[in-house]
């Protein structure tokens, strides 16, 4: 007959099981922790090896401006501020092109990376349409965005605004709305009149609240009063005014011509009378 087995004695053999079975899992515990610390030191070695290797470094003469009209390419390369031997494994995309915003000239800018050192900045400048002068030069967008100021060269090529000081407008500031469609309309109504009416035959624009716009002319600052609408009609009987002056040799006694009517023009000068046309 089996002899029936002491519950309440210790049963030696069942607790060196679960020695060993403790003993194994914890060593097995230790172990895989060493091997991951170690795996962790070695990917991380060859990681920083990596990021450092020679091939990946990347300097100013590795990156590829694309879409420069009027901005320099050294302004572009200095608002990336790229470190001194960079990795481009170490750069991202998005935090370039984010430095590139505080170029007003700029509208947006995509940066693509090509594998193993080149970084490529695409870049869409703003249109310029016209200076304003706001007691500084400023060139204006299309957007009406006062983008930068003036350089001497840009004053030759384009419509100088006066008058819009007291706007309050700064670099950066948008014009008002209204005030931006009425500089499009006039700037369109010049570009019809450039054969007899040339941009160097126009030495600047005037606004003012209460009149509207005026052109001064290069030859004896001739004042043109436009109004606030209309330029192309009204471009259409200055030509009228211009010919009838050559025809009978009065430019030079001509001061002012006022367009701001529907049918005629005022002339101001030094006649016996004042004269219409």
Excluded at 138 to 152: M, Q
Excluded at 231 to 248: G, I, T
């Amino acid at each position: 007959m089996r002899k029936k087995r002491n519950r309440y004695r210790p049963d030696k053999a069942q607790r060196r099981k679960v020695i060993r079975y403790w003993f194994r899992a914890t060593f097995g515990f230790v172990f895989s922790l060493v091997a991951i610390i170690l795996l962790s030191a070695a990917l991380a070695h060859g990681y920083y090896a990596l990021v450092n290797a020679p091939w990946f470094r990347v300097g100013s003469e590795d990156v590829s401006i694309i879409g420069l009209k009027h901005v320099k390419a050294d302004e572009i390369l200095n608002s990336l501020m790229l470190p001194p031997q960079a990795s481009l494994l170490n750069l991202k995309a998005a935090e370039l092109a984010k430095r590139l915003e505080t170029l007003p000239w700029l509208e947006s800018s995509v940066i693509r990376f090509a594998l193993p050192n080149r970084i490529v900045v695409e870049v869409a400048e703003r249109d310029p349409l016209a200076l304003v002068h706001v007691g500084e030069l400023y060139l204006v967008d299309t957007d009406g965005r006062l983008i930068s100021r003036a350089t001497p060269d840009q004053k030759q090529n384009f419509l100088l605004v006066e008058g819009l000081s007291g706007l309050g407008l700064t670099e950066g500031s948008l014009l008002p709305r209204a005030t931006l469609r009425e500089i499009k309309e006039l700037l369109a109504a010049l570009e019809e009149a450039h054969a007899w009416l040339p941009r160097n035959a126009i030495l600047s624009c005037r606004w003012s609240a209460e009149t509207g716009y005026a052109l001064y002319t290069t030859h004896n600052s001739i004042c043109i009063q436009l109004g606030w609408d209309r330029f192309a009609p009204k471009f259409q009987h200055l030509r009228r005014v211009f010919e009838l002056l050559e025809e009978r040799q009065l430019w030079n006694v001509v001061i002012g011509i006022d367009l701001d009517y529907d049918d005629r023009a005022y002339l101001e000068g030094l006649f016996p009378f004042f004269k219409g046309a």
